[in-house]
């Protein structure tokens, strides 16, 4: 009975069409249980935020899991992670699709962020309008004079309202990120999943998921090894978890990821 439970669960985190009915589900009873919840804030109430945040990031972040993950391990783990986000109610988790070179990447993301954040926060000194009521308009001009352009003006605006709020401080998983200059015997490497956050560059957290296939012998255990020496020695932690374990308990696996990022959460509030 347990076995076919869990081959059910199986076959429906694996398959995005099986996968659908279930996340659905799960972002329902979230969603519900968030709209419960008092809210003394003023203005826009969270939960009218939460719902459809929640609802347009999860299924994102299950379709890229989908098109980019490449093994039916991998995809079994991240789905019941994207579950195990939702059922907590924590929206701060982006999956992003695979990055070639991931220092460079995510280096870039963040210059590009700050630099936008300096021209923003230049632009309230200057002028005084800290809530950036005339921020708008202060650019069409700007446009105009050719100083700037409409891309310009829509990026620093996802920058100041969506970036800063909900995306610096979020969890980043990539998917096969690359790291072309981390190299074995001359060659370069990759990895299954690398966590990261935006807004803090000593979180680098690599995640491996060793499926049966590849890692099954004494020479793949020595390389590994290798392989996490490397990417300790460049400043990443690293976690593996076996094919046999996702396979047979993947909210287990999922919840031991999380709890690891919660408890880093934890210990960086205090």
Not at 42 to 56: H, M, R, T
Not at 152 to 165: G, M, P, S, T
Request: proline letters at 3%; one cysteine or more; charged letters at 30%.
């Amino acid at each position: 009975m347990i076995e076919n439970k869990l081959s059910e669960l199986r076959e429906r985190l694996e398959n995005i069409d099986s996968f659908k009915p279930v996340l659905d589900y799960f972002l329902k009873k979230s969603i519900a249980e968030q709209s419960q919840i008092t809210d003394d804030s003023e203005g826009i109430p969270y939960s009218d935020f939460f719902s459809p945040y929640i609802e347009n990031s999860s299924r994102i972040n299950a379709e890229i899991v989908s098109i980019n993950c490449e093994s039916p391990i991998e995809r079994i783990f991240m789905n019941s992670l994207i579950l195990l986000f939702i059922r907590n109610q924590y929206i701060d988790l982006v999956i992003t699709e695979p990055y070639k070179d991931a220092e460079k990447e995510i280096s870039n993301i963040r210059i590009i962020y700050k630099n936008i954040l300096n021209i923003i926060e230049d632009y309230k000194k200057k002028t005084g309008d800290f809530e950036m009521v005339d921020f708008e308009s202060s650019m069409k001009k700007r446009i105009k004079s050719g100083v700037y352009t409409n891309e310009d003006y829509e990026l620093f605006q996802y920058h100041h309202l969506i970036v800063k709020n909900f995306v610096w401080n979020s969890y980043h998983i990539t998917l096969q990120a690359g790291f072309p200059d981390f190299k074995i015997d001359n060659k370069s490497t990759r990895v299954d999943l690398l966590v990261w956050k935006p807004n803090d560059e000593n979180f680098k957290l690599i995640v491996e998921c060793d499926g049966f296939k590849y890692h099954n012998t004494k020479d793949a255990f020595v390389k590994d090894r290798k392989r996490d020496r490397l990417y300790k020695s460049k400043g990443y932690q690293v976690i593996r978890f076996s094919g046999t374990e996702i396979w047979k308990d993947p909210a287990a696996v999922s919840s031991e990821l999380y709890d690891f990022i919660e408890n880093y959460e934890s210990r960086i509030s205090n």
